[in-house]
Nanobody
Framework: QVQLVESGGGLVQPGGSLRLSCAAS????????MDWFRQAPGKQRELVAG???????HYTDSVKGRFTISRDNAKNTVYLQMNSLKPEAPAVYFC???????????WGQGTQVTVSS
């Protein structure tokens, strides 16, 4: 069994920063790609950023230059540093991990991020 637990969400003012974390636990031998998605009410879940096991990264255009994804393979944890946050509809941020042992994706339960003054 594999579990992903996100943390770090909350309410932040426009221009502020938040750091999200997602820790994987369970029967894990190796995690391949790890990604962050977000979903606002009434909208589809969208990929925000992703990182490979070798730390290659990619970002959706709207967050380039403001968000940074990183990972600690020893801790089975992925991070999302979000700077210069813009006032947008509240969204739930989810992490996803591809576990090589099972060749499956696993999702966390999500953490709420609200950017508002």
């Amino acid at each position: 069994q594999v579990q992903l637990v996100e943390s770090g969400g909350g309410l932040v003012q426009p221009g502020g920063s938040l750091r999200l974390s997602c820790a994987a636990s369970g029967t894990i031998f190796s995690i391949d790609a790890m990604d962050w998605f977000r979903q606002a009410p009434g909208k589809q879940r969208e990929l925000v950023a992703g990182i490979t096991h070798a730390s290659g990264t990619h970002y959706t255009d709207s967050v380039k230059g403001r968000f940074t994804i990183s990972r600690d393979n020893a801790k089975n944890t992925v991070y999302l540093q979000m700077n210069s946050l813009k006032p947008e509809a509240p969204a739930v941020y989810f992490c996803r991990a591809f576990i090589l042992a099972t060749s499956r994706y696993y999702w966390g339960q999500g953490t709420q991020v609200t950017v508002s003054s």
